[in-house]
């Protein structure tokens, strides 16, 4: 970690955004009290991971990565244990967790082991919620697990964010942010922005565009000169893939020349069916953008 440092408010669904490596499990486990840090302090309200670790482990859920239940006990068996753990019970926290555990309480009686992976999460989430815990840390909940299933894991945090719960959630995908109310992109332990989506997503500077042809290979294909065909392009300042098309970012506002421009160019290199047409940038460009220009942050 570099130096992270980020105030969360109470209430808020925070999220850290990153590819593997970035740091966000290392962040968690110490806010957690699971791994000590070899600087600095962090704080869960007025408690200090490293001198109130068992006041912290009362007041926290946390779901790690790795799905971590036993999977040898049924659903009904995992949810008592953690209840029995924290001195509750499933009953006196029953309406906590009903959102989430009325979807899975038809396979109460089935092995953890042989749930489905959007299952799994569902369960996990109500047992790291059966004790009311006030802060609510999820690292990376949605990764493997279906986009239908990812959809209806975001939708069942928006609930729990209503009952005033902090809820704290990793993840690697981009698409995802736009879900949180802020969020901090991360990239090896350190912080690159933190702010809304909306934000993040005003403060890219340049004139983004969509490029596609018949040739997309072609498009990034390395040249000689080590350069790629759009990068050799005057005024073009970063280039990302992006799904089915390459995004290319200029410092010039005069769209109808850069098009016009651009398209004589890719013609002269042999490429037909273009398409280029001006984007918003969303936060996958913002992150990339930010990653490319370290001298930025």
């Known amino acids: 970690m570099k130096d992270v440092s980020i105030d969360v408010l109470q209430g808020e669904l ?3 955004i990153g590819p593997d490596g970035a740091g966000k ?24 991971v490293v001198k109130d670790y068992k006041k912290i482990r009362k007041c926290t859920g946390y779901m790690p990565g790795r799905f ?18 924290f001195k509750t019970s499933v009953k006196e926290n029953y309406d906590l967790i009903s959102d989430i555990y009325l979807q899975i309480e038809p396979f109460k009686k089935r092995r953890a082991g042989d749930l489905s992976g959007g299952m799994k999460q569902k369960l996990a989430l109500s047992c790291a919620l059966i004790h009311n815990p006030k802060v609510l840390v999820l690292d990376e909940p949605t990764t ?10 975001w939708e069942l945090l928006k609930k ?4 005033g719960i902090t809820i704290l959630v990793s ?11 802020r969020v901090a992109l991360m990239e090896h332990g350190e912080l690159l922005a933190v702010d809304t989506p909306a934000c993040i997503e005003k403060s890219f500077t ?10 997309m290979y072609g498009l990034l294909s390395d040249l000689p000169a080590g350069r790629q065909v759009l990068e050799q392009f005057p005024d073009a300042t970063q280039v990302f893939r992006f799904g089915e098309f390459i995004h290319i970012t200029f410092q010039s506002e005069n769209t109808a020349g850069i098009i016009e421009d651009l398209t004589n160019y890719l013609n002269s290199k042999g490429h037909q069916e273009i398409q280029i047409s001006p984007i918003k940038p969303v936060i996958e460009d913002c992150f990339l953008a930010l990653m490319d220009q370290p001298a930025t942050r």
């Open 14 to 16: 925070f999220g850290f």
């Open 160 to 163: 729990m964010q209503k009952k």
């Open 206 to 215: 340049g004139n983004l565009m969509a490029v596609k042809s018949n040739q």
């Open 25 to 48: 499990t290392t962040l968690f486990r110490i806010l957690t009290s699971l791994v000590l840090p070899d600087a600095g302090s962090a704080f869960i309200g007025s408690l200090d």
């Open 171 to 181: 993840t690697p995908y981009m698409d995802e942010a736009s879900l949180c109310d």
């Open 68 to 85: 971590s239940l036993y999977s040898d006990l049924t659903v009904e068996e995992n949810l008592q244990f953690y209840a029995r753990i």
């Open 144 to 153: 493997g697990v279906d986009a239908v299933s990812r959809m209806e894991f």
